[in-house]
């Protein structure tokens, strides 16, 4: 079993919250309040902007690619 280190949990958080936005249109906060509780308030609050704002980018992308403009 893989031991985490201090920057592979943030990641795996902001990774989760990526995918999270980037395959569904509506979006459950359930990985905020994960967050919090592993990291902290100011932590999470950091994953939770990072993780759903590259999310946004990648699906205005994908948008903008399958649409053509």
């Known amino acids: 079993m893989k031991v985490w280190t201090s920057i592979d949990a943030p990641l795996a958080v902001i990774a989760v919250q990526i995918s999270e936005i980037a395959r569904a249109l509506i979006t459950g906060k359930v990985r905020g309040f994960d967050s919090g509780?592993?990291?902290?308030?100011?932590?999470?609050?950091?994953?939770?902007?990072?993780?759903?704002?590259?999310?946004?980018?990648?699906?205005?992308?994908?948008?903008?690619?399958?649409?053509?403009?």
């Open 37 to 69: 509780y592993l990291f902290g308030a100011h932590p999470a609050f950091v994953h939770s902007a990072v993780g759903p704002a590259v999310g946004s980018v990648i699906n205005f992308m994908l948008g903008r690619k399958l649409v053509g403009r």
